[in-house]
């Protein structure tokens, strides 16, 4: 088996001002790193991760802050196991917090439907919806690096959302005919 290979960044900043070390770590999550403790974290070593950390180190000396960055492998395949796990689990709290919005996103159609509201208005903020949902699964996809096990589920239900706002379209589509 090949060992997987990850980037490792230490970091230290100032705490204060506080809004420059919380926006570092937004950067580091948003591009779907695991924090194995404050100021520590891994990401898959690829070309794309390489450049973007470079960047950040330049950015954490801008702060007064000093960092290394490391290539390194597991120990084991026990601990390579326990990373890849971190960075699954990482993915299906967010696609959780996805399948939760489609739910909501399909309560919403659901209640449009209940109360006969059928207007090109509602249609088009129902498709802003769901672009904004076809958007941020595309964004969980692109930091699921190892296959988190609810990602099938989240393209599944995205499919569904798709298809009931279809189903509403032609809805609108119809009774706005039977208006004319």
Sequence with gaps: MVSLSWLLLTYKVPPEPAARRIALWRRLKGMGAVYLQNGVCLLPK????????????????????????????????????????????????????????????????????????????????????????????????????????LAGEAAERLRACEALLDSYAQRVFEAQDENR
């Design 46 to 149: 690829t070309n794309d991760h390489i450049r973007r950390l470079k960047m950040i180190e330049n950015d954490i000396a801008d702060l007064s802050g000093d960092c290394v960055i490391l290539e390194t492998v597991a120990l084991d395949q026990g601990q390579e196991e326990k990373v890849v796990s971190r960075f699954k689990d990482d993915r299906d709290e967010q696609y959780r917090e996805f399948l939760g919005r489609c739910a909501d996103f399909e309560k919403e159609i659901a209640k449009e439907i209940a109360i006969n509201k059928f207007t090109y208005a509602e249609l088009e903020e129902e498709d802003t919806d769901l672009k904004k949902l076809q958007g941020w699964l595309e964004k969980i996809r692109k930091l699921d690096f190892y296959g988190a096990s």
